[in-house]
């Protein structure tokens, strides 16, 4: 488990992580989402004993990542694919991380036919491609079979075959009752892999949910066409829902769902031609959410979610 409590990070003037609170759970993968310059790498840093908090606690399973004995066999993280030294073999690079860790070089081969280089263990990292690295990071992450997973930005820059790739190991390295963080700032990546979703912006909490219940909170009410509008309007406003006209066309109802929609309209005999539930799509909300805390961008931050 990752506990982050009233955690702050400055770095001079500048306030990297602001008082942020949050917990992943074991199970599945947790999204860590926010735009550039929001505190995720800082938050990941400090968890990882890379630096130090100005205020507040990180903790993974109770502990400060500096405080374990055995951290390789507790938490894996890829932090920068590219920070592997490019004259060695995928082989020697983990063999030499599992010695220095007491890990058995039998686990090397496992790791390396997992995450697909066993083809390829005795060649240079140097000729590594970007997601060959991701994989070698991955496969380094996982030697010490921990519980707890970081992994920062791994789907940068992969092609759809690796990013699907990635995303089903998570998945079922997260069924096997791993805690795993995923930072990324592509929702659109986020909806398909992580269950559960910590939104940043500029070191806050914006967000601390679940993918479907950020999906729900911002459904824009229901469609609704029929032949008789006028009519059905004054049905469902007298029912208790607000009903504006529908800029593509049609009525517009919340504070009524489309079951409620349709058996009020068939008990009056209004035919009804579409009823459709409208959601914002998960990237629209995450953009309205963050819209206030792009380093580089103007607009308001809507309400925060908790
Ligand atoms: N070593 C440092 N010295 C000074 N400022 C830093 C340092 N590391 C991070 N920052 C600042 O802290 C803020 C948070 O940065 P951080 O890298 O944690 O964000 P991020 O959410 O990971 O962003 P990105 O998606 O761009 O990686 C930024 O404004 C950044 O410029």
Redesign the pocket.
């Known amino acids: 488990m990752i506990e982050v409590r009233e955690l702050t990070k400055r770095?001079?003037d500048?306030l990297?992580v602001d008082r942020l609170s949050f917990r992943v759970e074991p199970g599945h993968v947790t999204g860590f989402l926010?735009p550039?310059?929001?505190?995720?790498?800082?938050?990941m840093r400090v968890l990882l004993g890379l630096d130090v908090p100005t205020a507040g606690q990180a903790l993974i399973n109770g502990r400060p990542y500096t405080s374990m004995r055995r951290p390789l066999h507790e938490v894996g993280a890829l932090l920068d694919a590219g920070a592997v030294h490019g004259g060695r073999t995928a082989l020697d690079h983990l063999r030499w991380l599992a010695r220095s860790n007491g890990i058995d070089r039998r686990r090397v081969t496992e790791l390396l036919e997992r995450v697909g280089l066993a083809g390829v263990a005795r060649k240079r990292i140097g000729g590594f491609s970007l997601g060959m690295r991701q994989r070698l990071g991955i496969a380094a992450a996982l030697l010490g079979d921990p519980g707890v997973l970081l992994l920062d930005e791994p789907v940068n820059g992969l092609d759809p075959d690796g990013v699907r790739w990635i995303r089903e190991l998570l998945r079922s390295l997260a069924a096997e009752g791993r805690t795993i963080l995923l930072?990324s700032?592509l929702m659109s990546e986020m909806e398909l892999t992580a269950e559960r979703i910590v939104i940043v912006g500029r070191?806050r909490l914006i967000a601390d949910t679940t993918v479907r219940e950020l999906a729900a909170r911002y459904q824009r009410g229901v469609l609704v066409r029929s032949s008789r509008e006028a009519e059905l309007a004054g049905v469902l406003t007298a029912a208790g829902a607000s009903v504006t006209a529908a800029p593509e066309g049609g009525l517009t109802v919340s504070g009524l769902d489309a079951v409620a929609i349709g058996e009020l309209a068939a008990g009056h005999g209004i035919p009804v031609h579409e009823v459709r539930t409208r959601t914002a799509s998960l990237e629209e909300t995450y953009m309205e959410l963050t819209a206030g805390d792009v380093?580089y961008g103007a607009g308001r931050r809507a309400e925060a979610v908790r």
Do not use: P, Q
């Open positions: 770095y001079g500048a990297a926010g550039n310059g929001a505190g995720k790498s800082t938050t930072s700032h070191g380093e």
